[in-house]
């Protein structure tokens, strides 16, 4: 999906809304950002791993999919039961990529909890680039075309100045809900409490009976399966999928969770939409090809400048 | 406590203790005059091991600059291939006729190396005080931005079809005669031997470089801030600096072998030669050998670079002349196996040998000593 494309229909709109198109594209291509981001940013919350892996689960959940959508026959299906498919796909993926992310977690990562910080880092980039091996010889090594099942039409009527389509509404319509529950439960529930605690500070979770093992391997189900549904959506989305999207889109959704300030929830949905709108702003005003490297400069700079990210905490121990 | 008492030594034990790196210079430098041309060799794999080799010791010099940064100093560095490229392009830019300069190969030596420790400065300098996996994460960053900006940026560096062609080294008028009597001809694209002998004494250099380093005050105090930051600052080492020397030299040697690979391949490979695998690789280089030995680092480049370059595709070329992949299945190639041998390699590694295949002392004792206070604190 380049924005470039989708504007090239309505060539003769004048400057503003063009903008505003370009600031629709950007939210949209934010949330999807904002939940693979959520994934690092609790995982990093709980264990302070960067995990490398996460974006090749998202990958793979996306190449499920794609079979899935082969095996189903859903290219050819009629209405009612292309939507139950979609639906299927829904609930199978996510499940797919948390159980993934728990057993990768549980294999690789929970031997090494009290290892120098650098060694789980590191098996995450091997991990990661094992699940992309994996990729690439489920789907080979050419970019793929993910079927093209929801519509394109403009639900604003054929000649609206601004284009939003089906494609758009789902992208909304599943991540916003998503990421509503996901506030309610790490906030309301008894269990989100408890991640809470075990992130601020796990030792004294533990003393007060908190099994924190349990609650990492929750922490690493609820990021796969964030992963899982943002792999479905983005290829309904995008429509090309391939065994390095992990990678970049990994790297993009990372940016995100540093941008907000990694280890916070709210601040890796501001994250994602800010990378979205800037990687959307920018293709218009900058350059399509200089996107990604304007992505890894912001990245650098709040790093930088602004190492806890925008609704980050100032603690002492960051820098 | 961490006192062991010295084993009685067996003979082979003894045998152990004679220095060994003779025996390995020796057959590194014998090699392509005894086996030349690799015709037996060649026939088995149609891959020239010697023109492989080269490049198995350019790659031994960024393996041992990131050793420096990543072994020596603990800073965890994932864009060295933006500073390998760096150092490529530069050479690039210096020698193609396509450009004015023409300084010819030892000129292009220094500044690409000089002009990758420059890079290495310029980010480190206000990046190198975050803490270890933010820094991580910045040179992942930067060499993205690097490969995209060499990709981008196509009226300077000719976008994906890289800068080509680099003139070959100029080989002094003094050499040509006692070349000639070992049968080695002065054509650098004809034969492989002439870029052997050279890389090979640049790594030699650096290897002594780095071998004084180690024990000179710069280099006990790199690994007096991997052991200890806090400790090492109040010490009174200059933690910012050190550091910072650490990553401009490590980043150097990747400069300086940047510019041996542009050289050998007459051409600075398109920017994708560039990319975080190629970084990751390297770091695999390190992790496998042992973080912190240059012994280690020069085994984890043979086993890894030596697989990658050498055994996959000889073994993929012998599975398709013994026909047992007729239809081209993907599972039935080496090469596409590649990722999960160094994922593996990075996992298991980590998992069951962090200290490497050779280990430096230090750090072996260091792991060790630590595991027991593991164990002894998880008994009580």
């Not at chain 1, 264990?47 to 794609?66: P, R, S």
């Not at chain 1, 924190?212 to 290829?235: C, E, H, K, N, P």
């Amino acid at each position: 999906m380049t924005p470039a494309l989708l504007l090239a229909q309505t060539a003769d709109i004048d400057a503003w809304q063009a903008f505003w198109q370009y600031a629709l594209i950007g939210l949209t291509n934010g949330a999807l950002i904002a939940l693979v981001a959520l994934g690092y940013t609790m995982v990093y919350g709980i264990i302070e791993l960067i995990n490398f892996a996460h974006g090749d689960v998202f990958m793979l959940g996306a190449f499920l999919a794609l079979t899935l959508i082969g095996a189903m026959g859903l290219e050819q299906a009629g209405a009612v039961q292309l939507w139950l498919g979609i639906g299927l796909l829904f609930v199978v993926v996510p499940l797919f990529c948390a159980v993934l992310n728990v057993t990768i977690d549980r294999a690789v990562y929970k031997p090494l909890r009290n290892a120098p910080k650098l060694a789980p880092l590191v098996s995450a980039i091997g991990v990661s680039f094992v699940l992309m091996n994996v990729g690439l010889l489920w789907h080979g090594a050419a970019d793929k075309h993910f079927p093209d099942l929801v519509s394109r039409q403009n639900l604003l009527g054929e000649n609206a100045a601004i284009e939003f389509s089906y494609k758009d509404l789902l992208v909304i319509g599943m991540t916003v809900p998503i990421m509503i529950a996901l506030t309610g439960f790490v906030k309301g529930t008894r269990l989100g409490k408890a991640m809470r605690a075990t992130a601020q500070d796990p030792v004294a979770a533990t003393l007060m009976g908190i099994n924190a093992d349990r609650v990492i391997a929750v922490t690493f189900a609820i990021g796969g399966a964030l992963a899982g549904a943002a792999s479905v959506i983005y290829g309904l989305y995008i429509n090309t999928v391939g065994y390095q999207m992990g990678f970049t889109n990994g790297l993009y959704a990372f940016t995100a969770a540093v941008l907000g300030g990694i280890g916070n929830i709210p601040g890796a949905v501001l994250g994602g939409l800010v990378i979205g709108l800037a990687r959307s702003f920018g293709s218009a005003y900058v350059g399509e090809r200089w996107t990604s490297a304007l992505v890894f400069v912001i990245l650098i700079a709040i790093l930088i400048f602004r190492p806890n990210g925008l609704l980050g905490a100032r603690t002492r121990e960051k820098v | 406590m961490n006192k062991r008492q010295p084993a009685p030594r067996s003979l082979t034990a003894q045998l152990d203790r004679l220095p060994q790196w003779p025996l390995y210079l020796g057959i590194l430098l014998l090699y392509p005059l005894l086996v030349y041309p690799e015709k037996v060799l060649f026939q088995w794999t149609e891959i020239s091991v010697g023109m492989q080799l080269t490049y198995i010791f350019i790659y031994a010099i960024l393996a041992l600059g990131l050793n420096v940064v990543v072994g020596y100093t603990g800073i965890l560095h994932l864009g060295i291939a933006a500073f390998f490229g760096i150092g490529a392009y530069i050479t690039g830019i210096l020698t193609v006729p396509a450009y004015p300069f023409g300084i010819g190969f030892v000129g292009s030596l220094i500044c690409a190396s000089l002009g990758a420790a420059l890079a290495g400065l310029l980010l480190g300098a206000p990046t190198l005080r975050l803490r270890g996996d933010y820094v991580a994460i910045v040179t992942l960053g930067f060499g993205e931005v690097t490969r995209f900006s060499l990709r981008n940026l196509e009226e300077i560096t000719a976008g994906m079809r890289g800068l080509n062609p680099i003139p070959p080294p100029t080989l002094p008028a003094f050499l040509a005669t006692p070349l000639s009597w070992l049968g080695i001809q002065n054509d650098w694209a004809l034969d492989y031997r002439l870029f052997y002998y050279l890389a090979l004494g640049l790594l030699l250099v650096v290897i002594l470089l780095l071998r004084n380093l180690e024990r000179s005050r710069l280099g006990r105090a790199w690994v007096a801030i991997r052991e200890d930051e806090l400790a090492a600052t109040c010490m009174g080492i200059n933690a910012a600096r050190v550091k910072l020397s650490a990553f401009a030299l490590g980043c150097g040697l990747a400069g300086m072998a940047g510019c041996l690979y542009a050289t050998a391949l007459t051409s600075t490979a398109g920017p994708d030669a560039f990319d975080f695998s190629r970084s990751v690789i390297m770091l695999c280089c390190v992790i496998l050998g042992g973080l912190g030995s240059l012994r280690g680092t020069l085994l984890g480049v043979l086993l890894l670079i030596g697989f990658d370059n050498v055994a996959a595709p000889a073994l993929d070329g012998f599975l398709q002349r013994a026909n047992i992949n007729p239809d081209d299945n993907p599972w039935l190639t080496f090469s596409n196996w590649k990722l999960m041998c160094f994922g593996l390699a990075l996992i298991l590694m980590m998992r069951f040998r962090p200290e490497g295949l050779l280990p430096s002392r230090q750090v072996e004792a260091e792991l060790h000593s630590e595991a027991q206070l593991h164990r002894e604190g998880a008994s009580i």
